[in-house]
């Protein structure tokens, strides 16, 4: 196992009272996994991976990160991750290439050693010819993978990469996800955070679900998906008046499930909506009702998290502030424990 | 032992970085030259008189609080540096780094020294020709001094830099500390040509008792009881501010 966490707690202190970010987070990643944390801001993501990473100390709980216990051997912990984070991780003044080979010294690399291994990291993160190039002039995807060279720099068994596509555009997005994969193929366990579905999806071999600091679901991306009954289907009437009668219909399918009424519109669940779908239509033009149109969706991660939390996780304003609030004092507030 | 390998390391990060860009040195430096040409000949005809017939020379009184008024300032705001990075993730990223804590301050600092002990040195370069005499020993044990207390300053500028995470509450702080001190430690003027009760009340600032040793070691006297005095005030605040400093540093982190 290259993570084992038990009952990670912690608690922030906020003008409001005590406000516990993560609320008792086990969780196991083993050798060369690539594992999401997904959840909306405020969920306690950064928080545990930043406990993760030694940066702040469990309120309670115990982990083994590494192969070292978090508590009694924390830079053992240190030496054997690398860790991107959210804000970056280079100076805009300095040089690319001096940030990358300094950061490696303080690992203990040899700066010969940190100079080669640095240049061949920019070549496969496909920085070519910006070793020299001040900080601020590169792109934010460049940027971006800038900062993965840095976690990667003395070659950790395990990396965290803490939102690392928030705020790139989608062809910097798709270009980093090839470039996390390829990091996976070299025998690195992974373990990343995001609030984005579509990244959880096409990137991670299994996915947490977190939320108000605590994992809701866990599993491969299309075993969450499976645990969801069903495909939504949604017809749209036009006219709110014709709903109950179409409900009426649905009720009558097997294996229907939360048939909802939302204004002009039915919703509902079924296992292969496509092939129950013919059927259906056929009853309902019988009936002379009158149809304005017809979805089927595969489920997504949100229909997981959604079957999860009872809300979207494209809400993100559904969030508590307070929540949020703490995540961000986790950033100002002043460490009790040393 | 691998914090002082960790030091060398942050230090010639920081060195580096300030050699980039001098024009922040070269600002602070300013400062005190303007005082130098601008302010000095003033005290001229009298300072027979402001240093109670110690000594006729202007510089011997002046230079001593301005390399005392330049270790101070120029290491106060060093924390703006620091929140800087902070932003940038760098501090962020040096702790996930097996590093020593103590060195990922002590490395910033000794910057700090370095650059403050060369911009001394060009500020008593350029008060030469204007007339400025001291004895070497005097003046070498100025600058461990002046060195001492920008490690001091440095240090405490760091430690509130991290704990507020905020230019906007680490200017208004430094700037209520600076003023007093400033006007407390008799940098411009010695206290003793003040009326009694100021002089009562400066005798509480540290500053003041430092910057009266180093006047002191101006003139030569390495063994009077203003320069062990000064020296007593300039450890014992180095103890201080260094113990502070470490101590954020490895608190702030798990």
Redesign the interface.
């Known amino acids: 196992m290259m993570i084992e966490a038990r009952g990670l707690v912690r608690t922030f202190k906020t003008k409001r009272g005590p406000v516990q970010a993560v609320q008792g987070v086990d969780l196991d990643v083993a050798d060369g996994e690539i594992v999401g944390f997904l959840g909306p801001n405020g969920a306690g993501k950064t928080t545990t991976m930043r406990m993760l990473a030694t940066l702040i100390k469990p309120t309670s709980g115990t982990a083994t990160v590494a192969g070292c216990d978090l508590a009694r051997d924390p830079v053992g912990v240190r030496r054997g991750i690398g860790y991107v984070p959210q804000s970056g991780s280079t100076l805009p003044e300095a040089i690319a290439g001096d940030e990358v080979v300094d950061h490696a010294r303080l690992y203990g690399v040899p700066k010969t050693k940190a100079i080669a291994d640095g240049q061949r990291l920019f070549d496969e993160l496909d920085l070519p010819g910006l070793w020299r190039r001040q900080c601020k002039t590169l792109s934010g995807g460049q940027r971006r993978r800038l900062d993965i060279v840095m976690g990667l720099i003395h070659d950790p068994k395990l990396i965290f990469l803490d939102e690392p596509t928030t705020g790139l555009d989608p062809q910097a997005r798709a270009n980093l996800w090839e470039h996390i994969r390829g990091l996976r193929d070299r025998g690195a366990t992974i373990f990343l955070t995001t609030h984005y579905l579509d990244e959880a999806d096409a990137l991670c071999d299994r996915i947490l679900v977190i939320d108000h600091g605590k994992i809701v679901a866990s599993g491969a991306p299309e075993a969450l998906k499976q645990q969801v009954s069903g495909d939504g289907v949604r017809l749209d009437l036009g006219d709110a008046s014709r709903a109950p009668a179409v409900a009426a219909i649905v009720e009558q399918l097997d294996g229907a499930v939360a048939i909802e009424t939302d204004g002009t519109a039915v919703n509902f669940r079924i296992p292969r909506g496509g092939s129950v779908l013919p059927g259906l239509l056929r009853t309902i033009d019988a009936q002379g009702i009158e149809l304005e149109g017809v979805e089927v969706h595969r489920p997504t991660l949100d229909d997981v998290f959604l079957t999860m939390t009872g809300r979207s996780l494209r809400d993100e304003h559904t969030t508590p502030a307070e929540t949020q609030e703490a995540e961000k004092q986790d950033d100002k507030q002043k460490e009790t424990v040393s | 032992m691998?914090t002082l390998r960790?030091t060398w390391?942050?230090f010639?990060?920081a060195m580096?970085?300030s050699l980039?860009?001098p024009m922040w040195s070269i600002l602070m430096l300013s400062q005190p030259l303007m005082y130098l040409f601008l302010f000095g000949p003033l005290l001229k005809p009298i300072t027979a008189q402001i240093s109670q017939g110690a000594t006729t020379n202007a510089y011997q009184v002046f230079i001593p609080g301005l390399i005392v008024q330049l270790g101070m300032f120029g290491a106060m705001f060093v924390g703006f540096g620091l929140i800087?990075?902070y932003?940038?993730?760098?501090i962020?990223?040096?702790?996930?780094?097996?590093?020593s804590r103590i060195a990922l301050m002590a490395g910033r600092v000794l910057r700090d020294v370095v650059v403050l002990v060369v911009q001394s040195i060009l500020l008593l370069l350029a008060a030469l020709p204007l007339g400025l005499r001291a004895p070497w020993s005097g003046v070498l044990l100025s600058l461990v001094i002046v060195a001492l207390l920008g490690a001091t300053f440095a240090s405490l500028s760091y430690s509130v830099a991290l704990?507020t995470?905020s230019e906007d509450a680490l200017a208004p702080l430094l700037n209520g500390i600076a003023m007093p001190l400033l006007l407390l430690s008799g940098i411009l003027l010695p206290m003793q040509i003040g009326p009694e009760w100021l002089q009562r009340l400066s005798d509480i600032s540290p500053l003041k008792h430092v910057v009266n040793g180093v006047r002191s070691l101006f003139r030569g006297d390495l063994s009077s009881s203003s320069t062990l005095w000064g020296l007593f005030w300039v450890v014992l605040l180095t103890i201080i501010g260094l113990t502070v400093g470490a101590?954020t540093f490895?608190?702030?982190?798990?």
């Open positions: 691998s960790d390391i942050v010639h990060r580096r970085l980039r860009n800087a990075e932003r940038a993730g760098v962020e990223a040096d702790r996930v780094t097996p590093a704990i995470k101590r490895r608190k702030e982190s798990a």
